[in-house]
């Protein structure tokens, strides 16, 4: 036969596995009985006290109407509160409030089942929280979409030729998109966009394409339209620029000029062909095309930046400029500040 002893132990247990509490108060609501193993609330802090002795006055606001109510009326009653520990945690608690009954049903108290669901909540304002950033993030890349469409429509002869150049802005979105995703959208690395964007084109031209530059994580809006700007540099040198011939090259470097504070530090990347014919770009001209607007107005336009093409003997260079703030997640800034701090070895 279990002893109450035995009882009260494996009560106490299984309210410790589940992260709850439960408690006896009597008309005066003075606790008489404590089951719990939360440190604030244990038998030596509570047994013979009250709620306002106990409690900070904002819980106890919010729990004592609701423990009279039972009292008074003899039904049960459901809630939520919080209760601010001496550390300063906010802790949140869903509470069964039941009348506590003789064997005549007179009312002789309250009982208060209570199960800590902080975690719980804290998980749904997270969830609140992703899925506006989520319908704010589609909707920026709805815009992007529908910008592309409109702009690769206007510069496109025919069905065909849309459909291709569409699709490929798509693909070099989609691999931008990739990477954050990866990341839970807290940066992508400037190696790894480099080799996504221009994957099927460094294996296919493998030592003429090279690139130089630090590692750094790039914001998400940064990665996106970096993304795009490479897109269209790589697929016009293979169409109709240095790559098209054996000896052409194709540097891509990126580097960090430093401000007179650290604010005004900047970001510069340096497309540059070099071939040994003179090579017609289709971006030449009064229209230049849409790829042309991409790299000299839609791409700087969004990360507050600047850039340059010039178009020489040997092919096409190009320069963006924006603030390093635009471009650098804040963490790894951080980080290079560290870095920049610590003395040499």
């Known amino acids: 036969m279990v002893t109450p002893l035995e009882q009260i132990r494996r009560l106490t247990s299984a309210l410790d596995f589940a992260r709850a509490s439960a ?10 009985w ?12 509570l047994l013979g006290k009250t709620d ?40 949140w608690y869903s509470v069964k409030l039941d009348p506590w009954l003789d064997q005549d049903g007179t009312t002789l108290g309250v009982f208060t089942a ?51 150049k569409f699709t490929g802005r798509l693909l070099s979105l989609g691999h931008a998109q990739d990477l954050l995703t990866a990341t839970d959208w807290q940066g992508a690395s400037i190696d790894d966009l480099i080799k996504f964007q221009l994957g099927p084109y460094l294996e296919a031209y493998d030592r003429q394409i090279l690139t130089h530059g630090r590692p750094m994580m790039l914001k998400s809006n940064a990665a996106q339209y970096l993304g795009l700007a490479l897109h269209e540099l790589v697929t016009n040198a293979a169409k109709h620029g240095t790559l098209l011939e054996a000896s052409g090259e194709v540097s891509i470097s990126w580097r960090i000029v430093t401000g007179e504070t650290p604010r005004r530090n900047c970001f510069i990347l340096v497309w540059s062909e070099r071939g040994p014919s003179r090579l017609r770009s289709d971006w030449e001209g009064e229209r230049g095309g849409f790829g042309r607007t991409m790299l000299t107005k839609i791409t700087p336009q969004a990360i507050q930046g600047q850039a340059l093409m010039r178009f020489r003997q040997g092919g096409i260079v190009y320069r963006l400029a924006a603030p390093l703030t635009e471009i650098a997640t804040d963490d790894w800034l951080y980080r290079s500040a560290l870095m920049a701090e610590m003395p040499p070895a």
Do not use: W
């Not at 404590?34 to 802090?45: C, D, L, Q």
């Not at 890349?141 to 459909?163: D, K």
């Open 34 to 45: 404590v089951a719990t193993s939360v440190p604030f609330f244990s038998e030596g802090k």
């Open 114 to 164: 209570a199960l800590d669901v902080t975690d719980q909540r804290l998980m749904d304002e997270r969830l609140v929280v992703l899925m506006r950033e989520v319908a704010h993030r589609s909707k920026n890349l709805l815009a992007i979409i529908q910008g592309l469409s409109n702009q690769t429509a206007r510069t496109s002869s025919t069905i065909a030729e849309f459909a291709s």
């Open 23 to 32: 408690f006896l108060q009597d008309c005066d609501l003075r606790y008489v």
């Open 52 to 91: 306002a002795e106990v409690l900070a006055e904002e819980t106890a606001r919010q729990i004592v109407p609701l423990k009279r109510s039972v009292i008074s009326t003899g039904r049960g009653q459901n809630g939520e509160f919080f209760h601010t520990l001496p550390s300063g945690e906010r802790r």
